[in-house]
Every structure is written in C-alpha cells, then in structure tokens.
C-alpha cells in the first residue's frame, strides 16, 4: 500500500452543496454516490487504503473532506472553513484522524482556513487568499508548520486555489489564474486539476481528455474518474479525499 485516503461517502443531500462561482445544476445523488464507488476504486487500485469518515448526512457539502484538514507527515491541521455552515463538517474529520494516529492541532477564530486552498508542493505549501481562507487563517498555517515555507498565492475567478491550479509530480503547476510562476495551461478547464498518487501516476477528471492526452505525452500516467455530479457543485479530483503517508 502507499498510503491512505481518507474519504467520506456522498449523502442524499448533496445536490444541496454550496455553489459560488458557477450557475446551479441537479445533481443526481445516486449517480453521485455511484460515482463516488468509482473514485474510491481508483484510489484503491492504484494502492491507497480507503478510510471512511462518518457519514454527514446533514451537511451537504462533508462529501469534500479535503476542505476540513490539512495533513504534513504525521501532523494534522484542522481547519475552520471560511463557510460557518461548513465547520460542523470538522469534528468527524477530527475523529478519524485521531483513530489513525495523527497529531492535530487547529485553526482558531478569527482565521478561516479551506483545504481546498493549500497546495503542498515538497516543502513548500501555496496557500490561496479567498473567499474561505483569510490572512489570520494563513499566518496560522505557517505557525503551525515551522518545517514547512508557507506562501501565500493570490488567484482569480473560481473557488479555491486548487479549482485554479494544481501540481504533476515533478513540481510544475497545471492551471490558470493564479500568481505562480511557469504554470502549463489545460487543454479542459478540469484539467487543472491532478491528484499524484505517487510514481508518474495522476488521477484526473474524465471531462479532461485532451489534457490527459498531453500528460500522457509528458511521460505520465493518466488514471481517469467520472466525477460529472461532483462538478456540478465546483467538486474535482482533489478534493473528495486526503491522502495520507
């Protein structure tokens, strides 16, 4: 195994998630459920050991587990979602990371911090300014990672910074819209967004075909998910799971 991915399975709410930046679509919560097995899958073929949170029936959006934490090594930071209707989503998030032995520490008021807006490239961890992650909230980031170079990264237009860009496995940023350096364009707009699952293996989104047809040709392989329900409500790749060392 190389690891563990924490998920949470979708609830029959999840056409409720909040939407920002795009118009609202249904979804359709059995498919998406469906959809979540397939991902699920992936990750497990691809040797991560799938850890299920609780079930947050109530809580729409606690499908996007990555939102509620951030984990280097074995500490594990969790955080106070910029959205107040989405911070009851953390305590079970807490829960299962105390069950595998991680230390936590948290974000505290009055610093609002999603997942979704830290992006870990070696040691160096890109923290989006959004509507969810404030200046206070990324300020306690770097105190609580002193063996980490936090850096804050401004980007435009979409939710988090990692709706915007993301990172292949040697380093080099995949996306648009944000103030980082030497960044490749998708040739789909969900092909900003890449998982690493360690090697040259990726997980991709298949609304991005052209796009894995360009990483493909970059030497990497290209493992992709039907995630058509999750992207209505600006889900992707990365933020269904977290993956854990």
Same mark, same amino acid.
């Given at each position: ?12 709410? #999840? ?7 795009? @118009?609202?679509?249904?979804? @359709?919560?059995?498919? %998406?459920? =469906? ?7 992936? *990750? ?8 299920? #949170?609780?079930? %947050?029936?109530?809580?729409? @959006? !606690? ?6 934490? #951030?984990?280097?090594?074995? $500490? ?10 989405? $911070? ?6 807490? $829960?299962?990371?105390? +069950? ?15 997942? !979704?807006?830290? &992006? ?23 105190? *609580?990672?002193?063996?980490?170079? =936090? ?7 979409? *939710?988090? &910074?990692?709706? %915007? ?14 103030? &980082? ?7 789909? +707009?969900?092909?900003?967004? =890449?998982?690493?699952?360690? !090697? ?9 075909? &052209? ?7 970059? !030497? ?5 998910? @039907? ?19």
């Amino acid at each position: 195994m190389t690891g563990i991915a924490l998920v949470r399975k979708p609830g029959p709410r #999840v056409a409720e998630g909040i939407v920002t930046h795009i @118009d609202r679509q249904p979804v @359709d919560a059995e498919l %998406a459920a =469906v959809q979540h097995e397939g991902y699920v899958a992936a *990750l497990r073929a691809a040797g991560w050991e799938p850890v299920y #949170v609780e079930r %947050a029936d109530d809580l729409p @959006d !606690g499908i996007f587990v990555e939102d509620a934490l #951030v984990v280097c090594g074995r $500490r594990a930071v969790l955080t106070r979602p910029g959205a107040p209707e989405r $911070r009851p989503e953390v305590d079970s998030v807490e $829960r299962a990371v105390k +069950e595998l032995g991680l230390e936590t520490v948290r974000i505290e008021p009055p610093g609002t911090l999603d997942g !979704g807006d830290v &992006l870990q490239v070696g040691t160096t961890v890109y923290v989006g300014r959004s509507g969810r992650t404030n200046d206070e909230g990324i300020a306690q980031l770097a105190a *609580l990672l002193p063996d980490r170079t =936090v850096v804050p990264v401004d980007f435009r237009d979409v *939710l988090h &910074l990692k709706s %915007a860009v993301t990172a292949l496995p040697d380093g080099t940023f995949i996306g648009s819209n944000a103030d &980082l350096p030497g960044v490749i364009a998708p040739r789909e +707009e969900s092909g900003a967004h =890449v998982l690493p699952l360690g !090697g040259n293996r990726v997980l991709m989104a298949a609304s991005a075909p &052209l796009t894995a047809l360009e990483l493909e040709r970059r !030497g990497l392989e290209t493992i992709k998910v @039907d995630i058509s329900e999750f992207e209505k409500i600006e889900g992707c790749v990365t933020c269904l799971s977290v993956l854990i060392m």
